[in-house]
């Protein structure tokens, strides 16, 4: 069964940092690509950043390119999504999942930039 768990949103001012996690298990992490997406109430969900299975592939939507950096660890199961010089617009609930994208989403975790 596929789990997806996301952690370290908070609350920060504009222009801050915040590092999210994302430990996944119940399936072979090393083998999927995976993706960051966001949600908030007035837009659907929306892809941030991609990592590729091994690492080597990133991209980013055009939104968060230069100030969000996404990573993994593999031995860890984990990825990982560095926010730098947050904005208001930023604020939202923020998924991981893995590629394909599995049914199983984690319940998230909330960032908000205000400030």
């Known amino acids: 069964q596929v789990q997806l768990v996301e952690s370290g949103g908070g609350v920060v001012q504009p222009g801050g940092s915040l590092r999210l996690s994302c430990v996944a298990s119940g399936f072979t992490f090393s083998l999927h690509d995976m993706v960051w997406y966001r949600q908030t109430p007035r837009k659907e969900r929306e892809s941030v950043a991609f990592?590729?299975?091994?690492?080597?592939?990133?991209n980013y939507s055009d939104f968060v390119k230069g100030r969000f950096t996404i990573s993994r660890d593999n031995a860890k199961n984990t990825i990982y999504l560095q926010m730098n010089s947050l904005k208001p617009e930023d604020t939202a609930v923020y998924y991981c999942?893995?590629?394909?994208?599995?049914?199983?989403w984690g319940q998230g975790t909330r960032v908000t930039v205000s400030g």
């Open positions: 999942n893995r590629q394909p994208t599995s049914g199983s």
């Open positions: 990592i590729s299975r091994s690492g080597r592939v990133r």
